[in-house]
């Protein structure tokens, strides 16, 4: 029990430690600012291109949903999460260890070069995550936390964040046993966390764009998350930005001209 009251005491302190440097030291890295950031874009979005053009910008329940993308992308993690999955780690690895075993890492994908290893994390993450929603649908206890999404009188960007904190959890040991048969860390992926937000933002955003922009925005999306893979080699951003706007605009307009 010592040993777990530690492991509470070490991880609350880590993570508030975390946190407030990512707010006072706004990176290229810092989460909470890409968050800001990309908030601020499609709120701008929802500003210019309203696709309910009688809604409010500032519609109902704004606030208390841009309370919810500040709780559940960052204050859940200090009051429950950053404990709890290091919790939950050492609880698994005490479990094994009963077997003899050190780890279940059957695929080490971290040894895969960057590109592959993103690739075969976001694969698995979103996977696991239909399936979870799915559940989230069908399981009558489940449908209690899952409903708090479905409230949502008009939508909008922040929307995306409006869940029960108990999804949280529900999510993340569904994610834990995948991740963990892979050898990775999904508290450590930066891109993947930034993209998942931003394709949620833009999946509830009020607003209309011609199918190009789509692509274009996706396509820079996709470039700056590369462009976070490599970001030592700053001089490669643009590149990498810049390819992944001209694919994504071309292939991705033109295909969704004709859907």
Known sequence: MEKYLGIIGKSYHEYADYLWHDILHPSFHSFFWWTIILSLFFFGLEALRPWRKEQSLFRTDFWLDLFYVFFNLFLFSLIVWAAGQQILTQLFDDFIGLFGLDNIVAFEVHKLPVWAYYLILFLVGDFVSWNVHRILHRIDWMWEFHKVHHSV????FAAHVRYHWMENLIY???RFLPFAILGADMSQIFAIHVFNVAFG???HVNATVNPRVTGTVLG??????ISSLYAQDWWMWPVWIGSGVLLFGIVLGKYMRYH
């Open 220 to 225: 820079a999306l996709l470039g700056l998350g």
């Open 153 to 156: 009188a008009q939508m909008g």
């Open 172 to 174: 993340w040991v569904f």
């Open 201 to 203: 933002h833009f999946n």
